[in-house]
């Protein structure tokens, strides 16, 4: 187990090799990773940021079983879910934009407001999980994310208790008890 000192809170892509051993002999520290495609998106190859010196595989391959998504633009790498160690260090956390974010409490709160009032056109009345808000919106899942988090703190939306959280949905401004009479 690592100290939470030696976690690294940045994430640098080495590379992509179309074999899985190349991959791996980019990944020099901490953090780093490289992705194999091999005609399509085949695996993302990590070194646990947490320091424990694992190297973790995660697939890209949605024909092979469940996979993850990632995403590359102008902020940098994104990996959608999050990665959740079973066995060994157990370690929880995404990769944003080239940050690694753990999930024992973000330690600096991301600020996505400028996308608050799109999210919050895109909930209603009936919860909504953000990743499929995400995809509608062509936006990346972590940014929906902390937008629709941003709308709770401020009251207009509320984060359901459903599974394991990430369903929201609009809350209604209007006095209570009146809110069923309003046309939405
Ligand atoms: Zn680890």
Redesign the pocket.
């Known amino acids: 187990m690592?100290s939470e000192r030696d976690r690294k809170r940045a994430f640098a892509l080495s590379g992509r090799a179309d074999v899985r051993d190349a991959a791996l002999a980019m990944l020099r520290e901490p953090g780093d990773g490289a992705l194999v495609v091999r005609g399509r998106p085949r695996w993302f190859i990590l070194k646990?940021p947490?320091?424990?010196g694992?190297d973790i595989s995660i697939n890209l391959d949605s024909r092979t079983g469940p996979a993850w998504r990632y995403y590359q633009d102008k902020h940098g790498f994104t990996l959608f879910p999050s990665i959740w160690?079973e066995s060994?260090?157990r370690?929880h956390f995404i990769i944003w934009a080239n940050r690694i974010l753990w999930f024992d409490g973000y330690d600096d709160e991301p600020d996505e407001s400028d996308l608050e009032q799109t999210v919050l056109s895109a909930l209603n009345l009936d919860e909504r999980h953000f990743a499929e808000i995400a995809q509608e919106l062509d936006q990346i899942p972590w940014a929906v994310l902390a937008a629709a988090r941003g709308l709770v703190r401020k009251g207009l939306a509320e984060e359901t208790d459903r599974e394991h959280g990430g369903w929201f949905k609009r809350r209604w401004a209007g006095a209570p008890g009146f809110w069923h009479t309003e046309v939405l």
Do not use: A
Request: charged fraction near 20%; charge should be neutral.
């Open positions: 690592s646990c947490c320091g424990c694992d160690r060994g260090c370690s």
